[in-house]
């Protein structure tokens, strides 16, 4: 199976702005998504209280607490919380380049979904940088396990994932979704898809600070009879749970530092697990290669077409 991917990195046309609440502080915070220069990466820049701005690029090195979200930092002073849905989106769209300029400590959950984010990214389009995308391409299997749960990559001609998902509940059961990733794909597949939570959860996770802005606008709610409270119920059929675990894994694997050639498979995972498992194939140096494209291709390069680079010239990627 090829797959055609980007050769070149891209960046943002022009800045956006979104606002909206945190979904654990219930706090208002507003965003902008300012275009970067090649090489810069993925930089979210927190403005605090005194007037100062702390920076944190979205590298794997840079994670904090994975219990409920994707955190980069580790003083909530100082970090930037829930960035999973912001990632995933910035991913499948194929953007490198980007700040992420916010005055609070988490991202705005909007709806619940990446949607939000897609469609500001298209309201102002990309620019292709002419400089070569680095990829990092998985060649050997590489897998964690945690109790039931376990996450591996595997080498694969493209981008795939692979998710699977279990849980006690009539409504949920046992689900998966299976696909490569693409712009398209996720768009259409996976991008509306809704966090989601058991209403018997709400009291515990309000009791220890969390969850404080969640609602019925921005999350599936599941009452104690196993039933979908929100009056619309689910956009993607009755597996609106795994696309949205497998939306957090693209968001979650964002983080490399690069895109990644390979597959992505999980069961029973979450923010936990993805981040374990991406630090396992990092810390490795021979489960994994980076490569670009070949001088003589276009902008779209087969996966089998990339050729090796150095690690050592692109290690502040992962650092």
């Known amino acids: 199976m090829t797959i055609g991917l980007l050769g070149f ?10 606002s909206g609440i945190g979904v654990h502080s219930g706090a208002p915070v507003m965003i902008t998504f300012q275009p970067a220069e090649a090489g810069t990466g993925i930089v979210f820049s927190r403005n605090l209280e005194d007037g100062t701005s702390v920076e944190y690029r979205a590298v794997s090195s840079q994670v904090g607490p994975t219990d409920l979200c994707t955190i980069l930092g580790v003083s909530p002073a100082k970090w930037v919380a829930t960035i999973e849905h912001v990632m995933a989106a910035l991913y499948a769209m194929g953007i490198d380049n980007i700040v992420v300029e916010v005055d609070g400590a988490e991202m705005p959950i909007m709806d619940g979904s990446s949607y939000p984010f897609i469609e500001a990214i298209e309201q102002v389009g990309t620019v292709n940088l002419g400089i070569k995308r680095r ?21 694969y001609d493209g981008t795939r994932f692979e998710v699977e998902i ?7 059961g046992r689900q998966s979704w299976k696909g490569d990733l693409t712009a398209a794909t996720f768009k259409s597949e996976l991008s509306r898809a809704r966090t989601f939570g058991f209403m018997r959860d709400v009291e515990r996770l309000w ?7 969640s609602s019925l606008e921005n999350s599936v709610v599941i009452s104690d009879d196993d039933t979908v409270v929100n009056i619309e119920g689910l956009r993607y059929a009755k597996d609106e749970f795994v696309r949205h675990k497998t939306l957090d894994a693209v968001g979650d694997l964002a983080i490399a530092g690069a895109q990644f050639i390979g597959c992505y498979r999980s069961y029973r995972g979450g923010h936990k ?8 194939l990092l810390s490795d140096p021979t489960a994994y290669e980076v490569v670009e494209a070949p001088s003589s291709v276009g902008a779209r390069v087969r996966a089998g077409e990339f050729v090796p680079v150095s690690v050592t010239e692109c290690a502040p990627w992962f650092a």
């Not at 990195?9 to 979104?18: E, G, M, R, S, Y």
């Not at 990829?135 to 595997?154: D, L, M, N, T």
């Not at 009791?207 to 802005?213: F, R």
């Open 135 to 155: 990829y990092i391409r998985v060649v050997k299997p590489v897998r964690i396990e945690s109790g039931a749960s376990w996450s591996e990559f595997r080498p």
């Open 166 to 172: 279990d849980f006690p509940s009539s409504l949920i």
């Open 9 to 18: 990195q891209a960046t943002i046309a022009a800045p956006v702005t979104l």
């Open 207 to 213: 009791a220890a600070g969390y969850a404080l802005g």
């Open 273 to 280: 697990m993805n981040a374990n498992a991406l630090k396992a």
